[in-house]
Every structure is written in C-alpha cells, then in structure tokens.
C-alpha cells in the first residue's frame, strides 16, 4: 500500500465548507438568524481536528471532535438560553451525521483518490447490518428533532414580543416573550383593563424602588390588602390595584402594576396597547420560552 498524500489546504477548504453549509441549514430549520461573522467563527473553530489530524495528534485529534462541535454551536448560535443552544446542538450533530455520512460514503463509492485513505471503500458481509442500524438510529432521532421542532413552530404563532415601560426614569424597560392566553380573563378591576400576567422575578429590575418594597411586605396574608396599600403608602393608589381571582377553596389577590407603556409586536409591526400587569411569583415555562401571559383581547383589538 502506497503513501497516503493529504494537503492541508483542501482538507481544511471542504471540512469548512461542509461545516458552513450543515450550520447554516441548521439555523434555517431552528429559525434562528444567520450571522456571516458568527458562522464564520463556527467554521474556523470547525479547523481545529483538522489540523490537529494533519499533524498527527492522535489523543488532542480525538478530544477536539467531542469539544469543538460545543464550541462551534456556541458560537454561530450566541444565546442566553440553554435550551435553544441544546436544540442548536441536537440539530448540528444530527446534519452532520446524516449529511456528513453520505458524502463519505459517495466519496469512497466513486473510487475519489481510489478509495478512503487508500483502501477502496467496502463492507463486509460480516458487518453489514451497521448500515441499517445506524439508519434507523439517525431517522428515529431526527424524527424526535422534527416533532421538537414542529411542536416550537406551533408555540411560537401564539407568542408575542412585548416592551413593557412602567415609568421610572432611572430603571429600565423590558422585553418579554408572552404566550396568547386564552382562559386569562381577568381585568383591572377600576379602569376596566385586560391583565397581562408577567413573572415577578422579570419585572423586579424595572420597577420603581417603592413598588419592589412593597412587595416585602406580606400583603397576600390579608384579607382584604387594600386597607394596607393605603396605609403604608397611600401614593401607591394610582400605580397598584389588587386584581381578585377565585382558586378552588378562596378568593385571592394579584398585585397589579399600572405600567406607562406597553408595546406588541406582530405581524403588523408595533402597537401600543392599553394593559395592567399583574405579577405572579411562579415560573411560567419551564423551558423559558416565555415569561409572561397575554390576555386574548389584546390580540383581537389591542387592548383599546
């Protein structure tokens, strides 16, 4: 058997064209947006094993091919969110294992450079059944990934950006994924409002410094809060209101925040709808999906 002769420039031309082409369709397929600079870091990052095999590293080769896919996903696909990272992952390994594996097998079956590494490319009879198995495999597994992937697409027609301002100068405005919500029926109780339900941990940065210390106070042990906002700070009035909801055994109370603005966006572009927020102090999405409830009027006619 001949000298096997690889040049390290073609190696390192189709290995980052694959690895371009299997993160982009990745990032069409999970919705994510494609940023040239971001892929071409994936891309460069995706070199590593190469050269590393080119210079004959065995034990860091092997490493690199676990830690560098990480490392690529990370950084073509920058997000806070683990798990849109995880399904970014999930989805680069499963187009490299199916993409990347029938190019190798094309390759060795046209006979390219007579075959891989200098072998002509076979299976025995031995080992034949790998083939299937490792087919049904990668199909069982992508089918799990499509079903994810269906299920988010049909989640994210229901969920809406919001920009949520709730008046302080010195404090932030934030922005929020809400979910439609169509068994939230509650209203502002005075103005009439539709409610939109926001985790309190999310809207605690952007509130005032009198509202978060009201929210010390064990204000739901009462049966009836309103006497208390009016003693410990009757100014309080305008921007608080005690929004009631019946639970399977009681009455009991939301604390509702009057915010300055809050901002929709749609399909249509931007609205500004008319809304009280009420905060609740449980995670809504276990996932992160989203972080706050929207009521379905909002959508119908924007809250007016």
């Known amino acids: ?37 971001r892929i071409l870091a994936g891309v460069l990052l995706g070199e590593i094993p190469v050269i590393l095999a080119c210079y004959s590293i065995p034990h860091w080769t092997t490493l690199s091919k676990w830690v560098i896919p990480l490392l690529m ?14 399904k970014a992952l999930v989805g680069f390994w499963l187009l490299s294992a199916g993409l990347g594996g029938f190019v190798y097998a094309l390759w060795g079956w046209a006979q390219f450079d007579q075959g891989i590494g200098g072998e002509l490319f076979s299976l025995a009879l031995y080992n034949l059944w790998i083939l299937p198995l490792a087919a049904l495999i990668w199909w069982f ?48 109780p005075l103005t009439g409002y539709p409610v939109i339900l926001l985790e309190e941990e999310v809207a605690a940065t952007s509130l005032s410094d009198d509202v978060r210390s009201f929210l010390t106070i064990p204000w739901n042990d009462c049966a009836d809060p309103w006497p208390l906002l009016w003693k410990v700070n009757p100014s309080l009035v305008q921007r608080l209101v005690f929004i009631p909801f019946q639970t399977i055994d009681r009455q009991s109370w939301l604390l509702g925040v009057r ?22 102090k449980q995670v809504l999405s276990s996932e992160d999906e989203y972080q706050a409830l929207l009521h379905p009027e909002h959508v119908q006619k924007g809250g007016d």
């Not at 031309?13 to 600079?37: F, K």
């Not at 920009?163 to 979910?179: P, T």
């Not at 915010?259 to 609740?280: E, S």
């Open 1 to 37: 058997m001949g000298v096997v002769e690889t040049y390290l420039d073609l190696d390192i031309l189709i290995n980052g064209g694959m690895d371009a082409l299997i993160l982009i369709l990745t990032s069409r397929l999970l919705h994510l947006p494609v940023r040239p600079v």
């Open 73 to 86: 996903v990370g950084a073509a696909f920058p997000t806070r969110r683990l798990i849109t990272y995880f």
């Open 141 to 188: 597994l992508q089918r799990l990934w499509q079903r994810w992937q269906e299920r988010n697409s049909v989640l994210k027609q229901m969920i809406y950006d919001l920009e949520i301002d709730f008046g302080g100068e010195e404090h932030e405005v934030i922005h929020v994924k809400a979910l439609l919500d169509t068994g939230n029926h509650l209203r502002d």
């Open 259 to 280: 915010p300055q603005r809050v901002t929709c966006f749609d399909k249509k572009g931007p609205q500004q709808i008319q809304a009280t927020v009420a905060l609740v």
